[in-house]
């Protein structure tokens, strides 16, 4: 054996070291990285759902919601119905031919739904943290999602073998208890933020330029809502796997995805709006395919018309046969037989 290759031996037998080490302790610091953070300040019932009235947060949300409320909310909704009350007004005197009758409701509820928005958040909270509760204390102690040691127990990596497929299953676990740090940070931000915020986005639902933003928010509130609970349920599985790597792996990263799923029904919930559209526009489409054919349609029928019928000798003021009825809302007066839907030219 040459010099190279007992250095080339020692390189390897050192990694071979390096990685038995790193794989050794990667299993405990996965377990405190998820008992100390993940499980204790943000998947915990009082953490997850927090009371956002009382505590020293909550002291925090409740007070600079009051400010905002009637410093800014309260004047701007006064502003809105002033202007309403106003157009409403002038529409009645004027007869300027606006419609309110369709929108009046909406707007209505609108205003009033921005201006409970902040209770009706708590009772969101409350009843998520009733669903929860009941899941977070399911299978105590060796099937509670809780414990660290209970949702990793399957995972089978030890410093003996240090081979390269334990490093990277290492690996890729640290990423997944990382995004999933990093998922539920935010969404504990978006619980105490939003509710503040909120009377803005629902108002933004009366501008049809920005309805869609308000629905988009208002849905990405539910959304992280409802995370925890669909979380949860992987989680909870998790802890009845014995020896498999793969399975726990799969759970966690499921753990994972649950917001990605609910962003992406969220797309699903907005492109309603266009299917509607294109909806719309093929019976739109239709419509004039069926308008274009309508002459055709009275030409023939004329062909088939009596000379007296054909002739001049129609009683003033009723139809001819192969006439068009057009949509009329309302009598147009004058000589031309009119219903109150159709008119006959």
Do not use: C
């Amino acid at each position: 054996m040459n010099f190279v290759s007992i250095i080339v031996d020692a390189i390897i037998k050192a990694l071979s070291y390096i990685v038995s080490a790193i794989v050794f302790v990667g299993k405990p610091i996965l377990v405190s990285i998820y008992d100390n953070f993940i499980s204790r300040y943000l998947l915990a019932p009082t953490y997850a759902f927090p009371n956002i009235v009382n505590g020293s947060i909550g002291a925090g949300v409740k007070s600079l919601y009051y400010f905002l409320m009637f410093n800014i909310y309260d004047p701007a909704l006064t502003i809105i119905l002033v202007a309403l009350g106003i157009m409403i007004l002038l529409n009645s005197s004027l007869q300027l031919g606006f419609d309110f009758k369709n929108i009046w409701i909406k707007i209505l509820m609108v205003l009033v739904l921005s201006n409970i928005s902040f209770f009706l958040f708590q009772d969101f909270l409350y009843i998520g943290s009733i669903m929860y509760t009941q899941l977070w204390n399911y299978g105590i102690p060796s099937h509670s999602f809780s414990s660290g040691s209970n949702v990793l127990v399957g995972l089978q990596i030890g410093g003996a073998a240090g081979s390269i497929v334990s490093l990277l299953i290492l690996i890729i676990f640290i990423f997944l208890m990382l995004y999933l740090l990093l998922f539920l940070s935010l969404r504990a931000a978006i619980i105490y933020t939003f509710p503040i915020l909120a009377p803005v986005f629902t108002i933004l639902m009366l501008i049809p330029q920005t309805k869609e933003l308000g629905e988009r928010v208002w849905f990405l509130f539910i959304d992280s809502l409802v995370a925890p609970i669909l979380m949860s349920i992987p989680l909870i599985l998790s802890t009845y796997v014995r020896n498999n790597s793969v399975l726990v792996l799969g759970f966690l990263s499921l753990a994972d995805a649950a917001p990605t799923m609910l962003a992406i029904s969220q797309s699903s919930r907005s492109a309603t709006n266009f299917l509607g559209k294109s909806v719309g526009r093929g019976v739109n489409s239709s419509i004039s395919y069926i308008g274009k054919n309508v002459k055709g349609a009275e030409t023939i029928l004329k062909t088939f018309a009596t000379p007296s019928e054909a002739g001049g000798g129609a009683i003033k003021g009723s139809p001819e046969i192969g006439s068009i009825r057009q949509f009329s809302p309302l009598s147009s007066g004058g000589n031309t037989g009119s219903s109150l839907f159709f008119k006959v030219k």
